[in-house]
């Protein structure tokens, strides 16, 4: 059974700080991606990697993949009220019909 | 836009009735997928479904059964509902051919059982 787990599972900061989220796992994975859930709705899809060692940037969001496939990363930059949320991770693997294993979820909470 | 729809955003039930929660998706998508999410415990699968008349049992499939008559639409059922089954339901589609599993979600049905 393939694991991720992510740390820290809970965080709150201050509007303007930086942060940033980890998702481990000792499984390859062939893709990972990140999706953010506010309260009361469902995750939504924020970026998808998929070769090791990729970078992908959104705003002030940064994913990378690490280099063995294995791990990811979101960092947060000069972090906002808005990016308040559950933040998941997900990996897929060909091998296991592209079905997703999640995370457990990071918490944050941005404090004006 | 990928549209995920769910029936009912809030249900409040008793234990032992029965509980249809319905979910229809607008892309065509092949795969449809039924999850609970709890605090502590994360997403769980429920059942899957890759095709019409398709289901497949996930991690959780006690005490629920689906049902896909159309493409569009993936129903779950909890034929006598529980405490238990208090939770949070999610609602996903996905396309087979995606070679990443990305998945569209609804904006989900939290169901509480008294």
């Known amino acids: 059974t393939q694991l991720l787990e992510q740390s820290p599972q809970f965080l709150s900061i201050q509007e303007g700080e930086n942060l940033t989220v980890y998702c481990n796992s000792s499984?390859?994975?062939?893709?990972l991606q990140w999706y953010r859930q506010e309260p009361g709705e469902g995750p939504v899809l924020l970026v998808t990697v998929v070769t090791g060692g990729e970078v992908k940037k959104l705003k002030r969001l940064t994913f990378q993949f690490g280099d063995a496939r294995k791990d990811s990363s979101l960092h947060i930059t000069a972090a906002q009220p808005g990016d308040t949320g559950l933040y998941l991770c997900?990996?897929?693997?060909?091998?296991?019909?592209?079905?997703?294993?999640f995370g457990g979820g990071t918490r944050l909470m941005v404090k004006p | 836009d990928v549209k995920v729809t769910q029936s009912s955003r809030y249900l409040v039930k008793r234990t032992g009735e029965k509980v249809f929660l319905e979910c229809v998706q607008d892309m065509d998508h092949e795969n449809m997928f039924w999850y609970r999410q709890d605090p502590g415990l994360g997403l769980r699968l429920i059942y899957f479904s890759y095709d019409v008349k398709m289901k497949e049992k996930g991690d959780i499939p006690e005490g629920y059964s689906v049902s896909r008559e159309k493409k569009e639409r993936f129903s779950l059922i909890l034929e006598s509902a529980s405490t238990n089954q208090t939770s949070m339901y999610l609602c996903?589609?996905?396309?087979?051919?995606?070679?990443?599993?990305?998945?569209?979600f609804g904006e989900g049905s939290r169901l509480t059982v008294l």
């Open positions: 499984s390859v994975f062939s893709s």
């Open positions: 997900a990996g897929a693997d060909n091998n296991a019909g592209n079905m997703l294993t």
């Open positions: 996903a589609s996905g396309l087979a051919a995606a070679n990443t599993g990305e998945l569209f």
